[in-house]
């Protein structure tokens, strides 16, 4: 059973508007939350975090919200540029138990258009 | 077959040791990557191979040795190790390098005593 879930395999946003990638988690002790970009050829590269005591991490462009009742967070881009166009992965884990490696989910390609 | 199966789950290994890591899938997929894992960090990547060729190396020491003998599996190859090398290995794979599909194993904690 799958403890990262990101349901949108796909997803095109023009260019300068928002794109909203979501992401679903089962395991209510996961305490820090990651997203990894990916181009193609290359493999992920660390995007944003954020950690379970809060609910908003901001970088830039980039702002990740996290809403611990519902299990959900979700990474926005503002404004979306074609540079963007990437696969997006989800990940999490928790740090503070034994577990100490991420879970990852499977993936989301956003294609931003010019 | 939906996994990426890592074995050892657990190593200990001497600075003077040799061992090989192991990665395997089932899936069909053409892409394989190696990351290492320090304690409450990101993976950082190791490795790629893409059709069962070298296609990153991110100026890993060459202590670690990866070798992809077909499109299932991959080796990560050890040799005199130090014990800042201890970390947690994660192999993961994806249809091809544009990443669709991809998944990661559980991972081998290595420890360099």
């Known amino acids: 059973d799958q403890q990262v879930k990101q349901n949108s395999p796909s997803l095109s946003v023009q260019e300068g508007r928002i794109s909203i990638l979501n992401c679903d988690y089962t395991?209510?002790?996961?305490?820090?939350f990651l997203w990894y970009k990916k181009y193609p050829a290359e493999g992920p590269t660390f995007l944003i975090s954020?950690?379970?005591?809060?609910d908003k991490n901001e970088d830039g462009r980039f702002t990740v919200f996290l809403n611990k009742s519902a299990k959900h967070l979700s990474l926005h881009i503002v404004p979306s540029q074609p540079g963007d166009s990437a696969v997006y992965f989800c990940?999490?884990?928790?740090?503070?138990?034994?577990?100490?490696?991420?879970?990852f989910g499977k993936g989301t390609k956003l294609s931003v258009k010019p | 077959d939906t996994e990426v199966t890592q074995t050892p789950k657990h190593l200990v290994m001497g600075m003077t040791n040799k061992k090989s890591l192991k990665c395997e899938q089932h899936?069909?997929?053409?892409?394989m990557y190696w990351y290492k894992q320090k304690a409450k960090k990101p993976p950082e990547l190791m490795f790629v191979?893409?059709?069962?060729?070298?296609?990153i190396n991110e100026s890993v020491p060459s202590r670690f040795s990866p070798e992809c003998p077909n499109s299932s599996l991959l080796n990560l190859h050890l040799h005199a190790l130090q014990p800042e090398d201890s970390a947690l290995y994660l192999c993961?794979?994806?249809?091809?390098?544009?990443?669709?599909?991809?998944?990661f194993g559980s991972g081998t904690r290595l420890t360099v005593v």
């Open positions: 899936m069909g997929h053409r892409a």
């Open positions: 395991n209510s002790m996961f305490d820090y």
């Open positions: 993961a794979s994806s249809r091809t390098q544009e990443g669709y599909g991809y998944t």
């Open positions: 191979y893409s059709y069962e060729k070298l296609s």
């Open positions: 990940a999490a884990s928790n740090y503070g138990g034994s577990q100490g490696n991420l879970i």
């Open positions: 954020i950690s379970s005591i809060k």
